[in-house]
């Protein structure tokens, strides 16, 4: 495969002096490094207590550099005697058949962009190459999360976020191994939530291997008010069930305690207004790391509380955890700012729509990824409110959503200008590494914005939508910047393996395999008819026709 596609995985360089921050980032999850770095790092090895925790930086003392001729020189070299006895030649071949599988596997084709192909390809490394493969050889150990940097970085407390994971790893990238990270830190949890005379389990805003908050010192607002990270992990095992429909990991894994717990957690931390008639969250920080310090009723942050307490609900008849009548009564009377006069939601009480500048997309992601019920009109209000509001330099996830955003209201050259601020400008050559900001580096392997890009694609191009109910495909009109195709590989539903085709006039959806054993049948809808979905369903449909695909029987409907 890659000798298929090697000009779009091959990387420019000039030969000019490289930073090494913008040298290529290796690892497989367990262990991380950048080429000619001093150091390694270590999944779940900290240095440092509470504001002082940062990853522990291991020496490089293998780290040899060799410039060569290839058609001139060469060169031996014996470590030692008892060195294992695989060669390079092996170690490399092995290593590149893992990864061709791994692009077998899923990947996102661009036909007639070979630029594009490369962002995406390279977007797709960096993250990858921060998780733990699905299957190994190796003993399975726990994964103790990801930060904004990836696992490569994070040596020094206040570069990098110290390699601590925070709201990003949920929201932007969602991997199963995440929520098993959070999962195994529920006692801490329980505690944070206890300190603060709350039930249930509140997650760190920041955390490292024990679930303490480690937050740096000298940021104790953030770190008692930044509660929304709490619902982005729940908002993240909606979309993990939804996706997979996985009865298991609700009970054998204990994602329903994490789900359950969490929805307690909210019911304790409202309080009920007699003058508004509905429930508030007060004192809390909301995406916009710019709203210091702490506002009232953060329309974000009560959006994902009542999307945690539903959900609980929801899956109740698997969990067999009840969710009490009141909890449901919070969900469903949660107080959202809003401004009647413009048809736009407020991002917390007293937000001043006309002189208020923001860090970062928070109102915008009402819209997505949280998917929340509203008008396109007030969709668009929100769109059009706070993009001028929005730092320019605001990382590039922001850009990202407004893509999606302005890509549901058929906006698309607004669409095409936001997609391409969402990258350029955060992407550096040779090698095609992601930095936080713009003016300037901020964090450096910014997987963060990698996973953002990689949404705007599969969301916003691919017309994905992924609900607890079906899954829904109504790719728009256009394509992203020169391409000619867009090709969704191994696109993973409730068991089935499916090829997603774009072209400009017409999509094509193709079962690849379905494997049913752990999962309800499929199904999808054409002409009000529900048809069962098959091993080797190939289906084809105007540009502008949605396709809904579900099982055929929904669990706790």
């Known amino acids: 495969m890659y000798k ?34 001093d150091f390694i790092y270590m999944n779940g090895l900290y240095n440092g207590e509470n504001g002082t925790s940062h990853r522990a930086r291991i020496p490089s003392t293998l780290n040899w550099q060799f410039l060569i001729h290839p058609s001139s020189s060469s060169f031996t070299l014996n470590v030692s005697s008892a060195s294992n006895e695989r060669h390079p030649d092996q170690v490399w071949s092995a290593h590149a058949s893992l990864w061709n599988d791994i692009w077998a596997n899923g990947r996102i084709e661009v036909n007639g962009d070979d630029e594009l192909q490369r962002q995406i390809n390279a977007a797709y490394y960096y993250i990858l190459s921060s998780l733990p493969p699905l299957s190994t050889r190796s003993e399975h150990k726990q994964f103790y ?208 729509l006309k002189n208020t500048i923001i860090k970062q997309a928070d109102v915008v992601l009402l819209g997505f990824p949280l998917m929340w019920p509203m008008s396109k009109e007030i969709r668009r209000n929100d769109l059009l409110s706070y993009e001028p509001l929005t730092r320019d330099t605001g990382p590039a996830m922001t850009w990202s959503m407004h893509t999606i955003g302005f890509l549901e209201l058929n906006e698309f050259e607004k669409a095409r200008q936001m997609f391409r601020r969402a990258y350029e400008i955060y992407v550096r050559p040779p090698f095609n590494v992601w930095t936080e900001a713009q003016d300037g580096i901020g964090a450096v392997n910014f997987i963060t914005g990698a996973g953002g890009f990689l949404q705007a694609i599969l969301f916003g191009y691919g017309g994905i939508r992924l ?78 026709t949605r396709l809904i695909i579900r099982p055929s029987i929904q669990f706790c409907a």
């Not at 000019?16 to 921050?21: A, E, G, K």
């Not at 990836?150 to 206040?158: D, H, I, K, N, T």
């Not at 990238?173 to 039930?199: H, M, Q, V």
Request: hydrophobic share 40%; net charge negative; aromatic share 14%.
């Open 145 to 352: 999360g990801l930060s904004p940097g990836s696992l490569s970085r994070g040596g020094l407390v206040f570069k990098d976020y110290a390699g601590h994971s925070f709201w990003d790893t949920e929201t932007w990238i969602l991997a199963k191994e995440i929520l098993s990270y959070r999962i195994a830190l529920g006692d801490s949890a329980a505690e944070n939530a206890r300190l603060l005379g709350y039930e249930g389990w509140r997650f760190p805003w920041e955390s490292a291997r024990t679930g303490v908050d480690v937050t740096p010192d000298g940021y104790l607002d953030i770190a008692l008010y930044q509660h929304h990270i709490t619902g982005d992990i729940a908002f993240a095992a909606r979309q993990y069930i939804a996706a997979t429909g996985d009865q298991r990991w609700l009970i054998s894994e204990h994602g329903g305690d994490l789900i359950y717990e969490i929805a307690r957690f909210w019911a304790s931390r409202v309080v009920y207004s007699n003058e508004k008639k509905q429930y508030e969250i007060l004192t809390v920080l909301p995406p916009d790391e710019d709203a210091r310090p702490f506002k009232n009723n953060s329309v974000f942050t009560n959006a994902v509380a009542s999307y945690s307490i539903q959900l609980a609900d929801r899956v109740s008849c698997i969990t067999r955890k009840s969710v009490p009548q009141t909890w449901l009564d919070i969900a469903f009377n949660l107080y959202f700012p809003f401004d009647n006069a413009t048809q736009t939601h407020l991002e917390y009480d007293g937000f001043d």
């Open 4 to 37: 298929q596609f090697q000009d779009q995985f091959r990387l420019p360089w000039n030969g000019s002096v490289l930073d090494y921050r913008m040298m290529p980032y290796v690892g497989n999850g367990h262990v991380a490094t950048v080429v000619f770095s």
């Open 467 to 544: 609900t607890l109910d079906q899954l829904e495909v109504m790719p728009p009109p256009c394509l992203p910047n020169q391409a000619k195709k867009l090709i969704f590989h191994g696109l993973k539903y409730h068991g089935a393996i499916l090829d997603l085709t774009i072209e400009n006039q017409r999509y094509h959806l193709a079962v690849r395999i379905m494997n049913n054993n752990n999962s309800m049948p499929l199904v999808y809808e054409y002409e009000q008819q529900q048809v069962p979905l098959t091993n080797n369903t190939r289906l084809s449909y105007q540009i502008g």
